[in-house]
């Protein structure tokens, strides 16, 4: 027995090329800086070039394309100067929490979060605990899993050996 498909379903030329998907919106508040890390920058520029060479698909374009929205809107932040002693964007801060035990968070950009490695955005509840504080401070807030107490131990901005250094407040 053989079925008809209407027509709304079938493509004039299957060999046409996909249809080009715009960039994702941003998850930053409105009218706020898309801040990056330099070593964000850096990663961000490296995986449009290496997408830029593959052949396209309408993956690849869309990756392409909020790829270009970043890096054209990016504002790279460099670390503040020595003494390293408060939190502020780019740090890697260790903490120690109630159980005793440290934990280290690296307060990125956006564009730059991977949560399974504790790098977490500057709007994010963590890093607005912990922005503009200093070592030997406790900080407590709120999480889904009930009231947090970390000590700040240790602030270390990664990126500071590559590039020129400026002081930048939140």
Do not use: C
């Not at 460099?78 to 690296?106: I, K």
């Not at 956006?110 to 605990?129: C, G, M, Q, Y």
């Amino acid at each position: 027995m053989l079925r008809s498909m209407s027509k709304a379903f079938t493509r004039e030329n299957d060999d046409a090329p996909e249809p080009v998907i715009n960039p994702s919106p941003s998850v930053l508040p409105p009218g706020a800086k898309n801040y990056i890390t330099a070593r964000g920058m850096e990663n961000l520029r490296r995986e449009f070039q290496e997408l830029s060479a593959q052949p396209p698909s309408s993956q690849i374009r869309h990756r392409l394309g909020d790829l270009q929205n970043s890096l054209l809107n990016a504002v790279v932040i460099n670390p503040p100067p020595l003494p390293w002693m408060q939190v502020q964007f780019g740090a890697t801060v260790s903490v120690r929490n109630q159980q005793g035990l440290e934990v280290d968070y690296a307060i990125v950009g956006v564009d730059e979060t991977d949560l399974e490695r504790n790098h977490t955005s500057w709007i994010s509840p963590v890093a607005k605990a912990l922005i503009n504080r200093r070592v030997g401070e406790h900080v407590r807030f709120r999480t889904p899993a009930g009231e947090q107490n970390w000590e700040i131990m240790k602030v270390v901005y990664p990126d500071a050996n590559s590039i020129n250094s400026s002081e930048f407040n939140i």
